[in-house]
């Protein structure tokens, strides 16, 4: 098959995925935004103080979600002039409610103070549910300093809400309790959105209560809380605590969104699994071998070689990893695994772009490495045989290849330092430290002159992702990279260094699927001969995340 067709054919089996990525992002989205639902806010006419302020509670959730859908849609619309209608109805019962509300309670208004919500669960559970201190919601009027700073104070802030296409084994994260109050956050996830009436979930499918932590929070679902894919999911957190003067525990929701301020439940899909089957036996498809990272996806790509020709190529790693242990105790995790590999950087023109087949297989510890909320203790060490070729073999090479990559999350590598996904723009980076000792068998086009190879290989990569575009497209992720590797030849005579740089601009669109721009240029293994090209890829990655 000629390499335009096979790219052809690769686009075309793509445009089904991201047409079901935009469809599926809709059907989220439609559940965030649902106006002829808010603006049906009724209540019966009851004497209990208790239920005018639950009724009261209630109309301003709906308020504020109407106020914040009438700021997405154009002031001439239909859809706006039916949502200002329904605000005003909801303004007028909620004025109606307060003033009866303020008519039960007139015995007590010459000297008025906050009710003890302690004694009253369900009441207590709606505190969670408001702006601040419920007492001052109701009357009208603004918390004190005190008030305000008497409950929990955090926000969500990942999975992005609305999202069509989570992972089955999300990260959940939100802010740290800016007041100090939480003694434990639960987090929920769940398919129904009801609650009970202390804001926990009817039917929640997974729950898990974490200590504070004086830095954003984070949980990761391991493989005995996966998630069904194609399935839409409902989360929140709460926090525990004893208000100021009480001496019974309440719960505090955090708010969805730290603009819009709504406490309801967040809502996303997972992904469709398309490679579950492989995924699931250990099998993972990238670019590259890169240790414990999920880094681009395998390119396929048209490359345009500066002064010359356009070339086809096919980047990509496909890795087989089996744990032999597994030592993790919560925070960390360290196991030793058998890792096999099969490395192809494939091309139409072998003059022209990289042209190479890398086949490893040895043992590889990871002590660590693979928690995003590590802020000190990742590391990840692999010891491989390898045997290194040209496309059309003329070229061989077996070598024994050691590799050293860190995680410190305190200075961003591996993982962001603050790892808030609402940050527009978030910076990591991550160093690779690599050792090859072996011999050349068939030099073929080789410019690596000597039988005994010795390479010292540190590599770096940078990469700027780019939340302000994905979050509201929906993508997965969006991000700008560079990527550089350094050769140091001590046994060669005629060129001891050589280096290769890679950097580009990728959307990932779907966690399989993506698109971007790459930029390529100097020497890389096991020929080190030239490529300088620029030109458009498709990414298509399954496995570890």
């Known amino acids: ?278 995924s699931d036996k250990g099998f993972t498809l990238q670019k590259t071998v890169a240790g414990t990272d999920a880094t681009d996806g395998a390119q396929f790509s048209f490359l345009h070689t500066f002064n010359k020709d356009t070339v086809y190529t096919a980047n990509f790693a496909l890795i087989y990893k089996h744990n032999l242990t597994n030592d993790g105790n919560g925070d960390h995790n360290a196991f030793w695994s058998t890792q096999f590999s099969v490395e192809g950087a494939l091309t139409s023109d072998e003059s022209q772009a990289e042209d190479a087949w890398i086949f490893r297989g040895g043992f590889i510890y990871d002590h660590g490495g693979t928690s995003i909320h590590q802020r000190l203790r990742g590391y990840y060490l692999s010891l491989d045989a390898k045997m290194e070729s040209d496309q059309d073999f003329k070229t061989k090479k077996l070598t024994f290849e050691g590799q050293f990559i860190p995680t410190l999350q305190a200075l961003n590598i591996g993982a962001p330092r603050n790892p808030d996904y609402l940050k527009p723009v978030q910076f990591r980076w991550r160093p690779y430290f690599g050792l090859d000792v072996g011999h050349t068998f068939k030099r073929g086009g080789s410019s690596e002159t000597g039988d005994t190879i010795l390479r010292f290989v540190p590599r770096v990569r940078p990469a700027l992702y780019l939340n302000f575009l994905s979050i509201p497209l929906g993508f997965t992720d969006t991000y700008v990279y560079a990527d550089d590797t350094f050769y140091f030849l001590p046994l060669e005579d005629v060129k001891r260094r050589h280096n290769f740089f890679t950097s580009g601009f990728n959307i990932d669109v779907t966690p399989n699927f993506g698109l971007g721009l790459t930029y390529k240029n100097g020497e890389t293994a096991p020929k080190f001969t030239r490529v300088n090209t620029l030109g458009g890829v498709l990414t298509v990655r399954f496995g570890q995340q």
């Not at 619309?77 to 109606?96: C, F, G, M, N, P």
């Open 1 to 278: 098959m000629k390499p335009a067709v096979l790219f052809l054919a690769t686009f075309c089996l793509l445009l089904p995925f991201l047409a079901w990525s935009v469809a599926a992002r809709q059907e989220v989205a439609s559940t965030t935004h649902a106006p002829s639902r808010a603006a049906k806010a009724s209540g019966a006419s009851t004497s209990s103080v208790e239920e005018l302020r639950l009724q009261v509670n209630a109309l301003k959730k709906r308020r504020t979600a109407l106020r914040a859908y009438l700021a997405t849609v154009p002031p001439d619309s239909a859809d706006s002039s039916v949502t200002r209608r329904a605000i005003s109805e909801l303004d007028a019962r909620i004025q109606d409610i307060s003033s009866r509300l303020d008519e039960a309670l007139a015995p007590d208004s010459a000297g008025v103070t906050a009710p003890d919500t302690s004694q009253h669960p369900s009441s207590a559970a709606t505190v969670g549910f408001t702006s601040g201190n419920l007492w001052s919601e109701v009357r009208g009027t603004s918390a004190s300093g005190t008030q305000a700073n008497s409950i929990p104070d955090f926000f969500l802030s990942r999975p992005v809400d609305g999202k069509p296409d989570e992972s089955v084994m999300p990260t959940f994260s939100w802010t740290r309790d800016a007041n100090g109050k939480a003694a434990k956050f639960i987090i929920e996830i769940a398919t129904d959105p009801a609650t009970n009436p202390d804001g926990r979930f009817v039917h929640a499918i997974f729950s898990k209560e974490l200590d504070p932590k004086p830095v954003s929070q984070n949980i990761t679902l391991d493989e005995n809380n996966k998630l069904s894919p194609d399935t839409k999911y409902y989360w929140h957190v709460l926090a525990r605590y004893t208000p100021a003067g009480g001496t019974s525990e309440l719960l505090q929701s955090g708010w969805r969104d730290i603009k819009r301020k709504s406490t309801e439940p967040r809502v996303f899909r997972t992904m469709r699994v398309i490679f579950s089957r492989l």
